[in-house]
């Protein structure tokens, strides 16, 4: 008898595990289903599954393909599991090619095709299905948010936008996407809801036009290079009942939330000092140094620092100079430091594309400080330090992946649960990151050296 194993989290089961399922028996004579626990999806970095343990097992009970049915609970169970019930076959989707190849080493391994685009027909109910996403951009960002939604339960990326039908086309092939399309009406209506990773100066127009057509958005930081654009749009989100967000990663991973905590509970006593540092070097004539494609410092890097700065201190700034480093031959500010004072605070955020610096986050109070090393907007570990060293306390987080998950599995919360927004990142948070981009890009508060 021939045997075959699988494994899965089987959320919200729907036609692409079917298929999988059918098409892994039909590899052997006898199928084994692995269905992972909660702990274990957590271990793994797995986001947002909906359904308990035994609802799932339920589930793939009631599709009738499984000969049998194991918990998957722990690392490196798959060997033991293949090496224990002598198998054949170990069969998983595409999206995992070449992850498995280890286990060529005890059996058969075959990556089945994913099933592309999970119609809506096949969703269970309206509001605990399976959310339909497309992408607008094929660059950097937005390969590595296809490669982190994997990891996050209850979406499927189903089709790109762009203009250039050869890198769409080979985008979607590479990514196993249902469709790919130039058309942005067309694309619209194929979807529930989109992520837009395109250049920065386009974000506002596309989030505008999919709002307006009922869709929820989530948008890369920074979203529109202004708090007035920034009002607008939360403002027609409201009224088309949709969800705007956007996408600064550092605010939805679980170490960043911590560290916001720990620094308002008085630990440090009042916080009278925030310094934050972003740099990241870049060469050539790409996107970041293009003045027409809204690069430069401010706008590709500030939404990090201004981010915690604002969710410690808050939006009442009464003060805020910006000196910068400009680059003659693109034009574009290299390094900007940008001074707030509060009322009872000051903060410097710095931001360099041309020069580096140490990108860490200090966070200075009357009784203590919290030190965040580089790269702090990755928050994994941050140590809280007194004058006494003894006291000091060292913090550690998980930061899975890019971090990309963190944001789409918020959006997808917010989306389920029709929150218009958490405490993560206010709307009001967002449009003042937005507004003093602005206020940088109006150029009357920047002195240059
Ligand atoms: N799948 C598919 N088509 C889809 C969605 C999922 O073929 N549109 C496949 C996946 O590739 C996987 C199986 O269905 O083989 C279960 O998918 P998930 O429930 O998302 O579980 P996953 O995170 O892929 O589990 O040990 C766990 C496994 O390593 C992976």
Redesign the pocket.
């Known amino acids: 008898m021939k045997k075959v194993i699988?494994?899965?989290?089987?959320?919200l089961f729907?036609?692409?595990?079917r298929?999988?399922?059918e098409r892994a028996k039909k590899l052997g004579d006898y199928l084994i289903v692995?269905i992972?626990t909660e702990n274990?999806?957590e271990s793994?970095g797995?986001l947002n599954v909906q359904q308990g343990l035994m609802e799932r097992i339920e589930s793939v009970k009631a599709s009738g393909i499984a000969d049998k049915i194991i918990i998957?609970e722990y690392e490196g169970q798959?060997i033991n599991d293949i090496q224990k019930y002598n198998i054949d076959v170990f069969?998983?989707?595409?999206?995992?090619v070449g992850?498995?190849d280890y286990i060529k080493e005890y059996c058969t391994v075959v990556y089945?095709?994913?099933?592309?685009?999970?119609s809506s027909t096949q969703i269970r109910t309206k509001n605990n299905g399976i959310l339909k996403l497309g992408i607008i951009g094929y660059g950097r960002i937005a390969n590595r948010f296809i490669r982190e939604s994997?990891?996050v339960?209850g979406v499927?990326i189903e089709g790109v936008f762009g203009g250039n039908i050869k890198s769409l086309k080979e985008f979607a092939e590479k990514h196993e996407l249902a469709f790919f399309e130039t058309d942005f009406n067309k694309f619209l209506n194929k979807i529930d809801a989109i992520y837009v990773a395109s250049p920065h100066l386009t974000h506002y127009a596309y989030a505008k036009s999919a709002l307006e057509n009922g869709k929820h958005v989530l948008c890369e930081k920074p979203m529109v290079l202004s708090g007035k654009q920034a009002k607008e749009l939360y403002s027609l989100s409201k009224s088309k009942k949709c969800i705007l967000l956007e996408a600064i990663k550092t605010a939805y991973s679980p170490g960043f939330i911590r560290l916001i905590s720990v620094a308002k509970s008085g630990l440090i006593g009042e916080i009278k000092n925030i310094d934050a540092t972003f740099t990241k070097l870049v060469e050539g004539d790409c996107r970041e140094l293009q003045a027409n494609m809204g690069g430069g410092s401010v706008t590709e890097l500030a939404s990090y620092p201004l981010l915690a700065i604002i969710k410690i201190l808050g939006t009442d700034i009464e003060k805020i100079e910006f000196y910068s480093y400009f680059d003659n031959y693109h034009n574009v500010d290299v390094f900007t430091k940008i001074n707030m004072k509060y009322n009872t605070a000051i903060a410097t955020a710095k931001v360099g594309l041309g020069v580096k610096s140490e990108g860490d986050l200090i966070i200075g109070g009357t009784k203590g400080y919290i030190y965040v090393p580089a790269p702090w907007w990755k928050t994994e570990y941050f140590e809280i330090r007194y004058e006494d060293f003894s006291n000091n306390k060292k913090q550690y987080y998980k930061f899975e992946g890019d971090g990309l998950r963190y944001e789409l599995a918020e959006f997808i919360y917010m989306i389920n649960n029709r929150c218009d927004q958490t405490y993560k990142l206010t709307q009001m948070e967002s449009y003042k990151i937005n507004s003093i981009i602005e206020q940088f890009l109006g150029g009357n508060a920047t002195e240059r050296i």
């Open positions: 699988t494994y899965g989290t089987f959320d729907h036609d692409g595990h298929r999988l399922l692995g992972t274990y999806d793994r797995k998957e798959k069969a998983i989707g595409s999206d995992w992850k498995f089945l095709e994913r099933t592309k685009g999970i994997k990891y339960s499927n």
